[in-house]
């Protein structure tokens, strides 16, 4: 077993192992991920080689999950903004002060 080859292993699971969201991906279960780790045999190299591959396959997944979801959300905090804007107005509205809706709509525009 070659030292300098555990510590590549090592090296490229650190990335992939700061949380615990790839673990779960990449391994189907939650829990103590980080003492499942410090079991694992780094003397079978093949097998932890394997468990790296399903890592930075994980990763690669939820990395395009993220890509694809982006556009969804900052849609989402969009509408959200305009939403809290046009509350702010019909309060405002309410109380007969009509400054407020003036600004908000140059906001949104």
Do not use: C
Request: proline share 2%; no cysteine.
């Amino acid at each position: 077993m070659s030292q300098k080859k555990v510590d590549e292993l090592k090296e490229r699971a650190k990335p992939l192992l700061a949380h615990n969201t790839i673990h779960a991906r990449a391994f189907g279960h939650h829990g103590n991920y980080q003492k499942e780790v410090l079991s694992w045999d780094f003397s079978d190299l093949d097998l932890i080689g394997k468990k790296i591959e399903a890592l930075e396959k994980a990763k690669k997944e939820i990395d395009e999950e993220e890509r694809i979801n982006e556009p969804l959300k900052k849609r989402r905090e969009e509408y959200s903004r305009i939403d809290h804007f046009l509350f702010e107005s019909l309060a405002e509205k309410e109380n007969g002060k009509h400054e407020k809706m003036i600004e908000n709509k140059r906001q949104i525009s």
